[in-house]
Nanobody, 122 residues
Framework: QVQLVESGGGLVQAGGSLRLSCASS????????MGWFRQAPGKEREFVAG????????TYAPSLKGRFTISSDNAKNTVYLQMNSLKPEDTAVYYC???????????????WGQGTQVTVSS
């Protein structure tokens, strides 16, 4: 069993920053890829960023690269998503997930956290 717990969401003004955390426990995930997704009201869940626990391989949604940075701390079993220059359109529930391959599709991910709300005010 794998547990993923997100934290760090909240309300921030446009132009501000937030850092989300995803703590994992349970099964060893060091051979997995970790991803961040987001889902805005009325929209489909979309890929944000992904990383392998080693931190060597990372990928981003093209529209977010440059503002968002994904990183990992193996010692803490935690993955982070640093979000800068936030915009109102970044408002969504952000989810952490784990997959056996570095993919960008929801159905490629096996384990999911409960999500954390990010709200960006204008």
């Amino acid at each position: 069993q794998v547990q993923l717990v997100e934290s760090g969401g909240g309300l921030v003004q446009a132009g501000g920053s937030l850092r989300l955390s995803c703590a994992s426990s349970g099964r060893t995930l060091d051979t997995y890829y970790m991803g961040w997704f987001r889902q805005a009201p009325g929209k489909e869940r979309e890929f944000v960023a992904g990383i392998r626990w080693t931190g060597i391989r990372r990928t981003y949604a093209p529209s977010l690269k440059g503002r968002f940075t994904i990183s990992s701390d193996n010692a803490k079993n935690t993955v982070y998503l640093q979000m800068n220059s936030l915009k109102p359109e970044d408002t969504a529930v952000y989810y952490c997930a784990a997959a056996r391959t570095l993919g960008t599709k929801v159905d490629e991910y096996n384990f999911w956290g409960q999500g954390t709300q990010v709200t960006v005010s204008s």
